[in-house]
């Protein structure tokens, strides 16, 4: 369940970043910066926030010498 609402935001994230791109560059100037400044870093955090760990995550497990 969980690979699949991942590939579900990776695919939001790919339909969705270039549609708000596009729709921010129409705007004006104002929206060429938040194109360029705030939607990679919120494309950043919503990355981070995928890669979590999680309770009952395992550590990694580390091979004998």
């Known amino acids: 369940m ?3 609402r991942a590939l ?3 695919t939001a994230l790919l339909v969705g970043v ?3 791109i596009v729709g921010l ?3 004006g100037p104002v929206g ?3 194109a360029a400044v ?3 870093l919120a494309t950043l955090g919503v990355i981070l926030w995928l890669g979590r760990d999680r309770p009952g995550d ?3 497990r580390r091979e004998p010498d």
Do not use: M
């Open 2 to 4: 969980a690979f699949a």
């Open 8 to 10: 579900a935001a990776v």
């Open 18 to 20: 270039p549609l708000v």
């Open 25 to 27: 560059a129409l705007v």
């Open 32 to 34: 060429w910066i938040a």
């Open 38 to 40: 705030v939607l990679p």
């Open 58 to 60: 395992a550590p990694p």
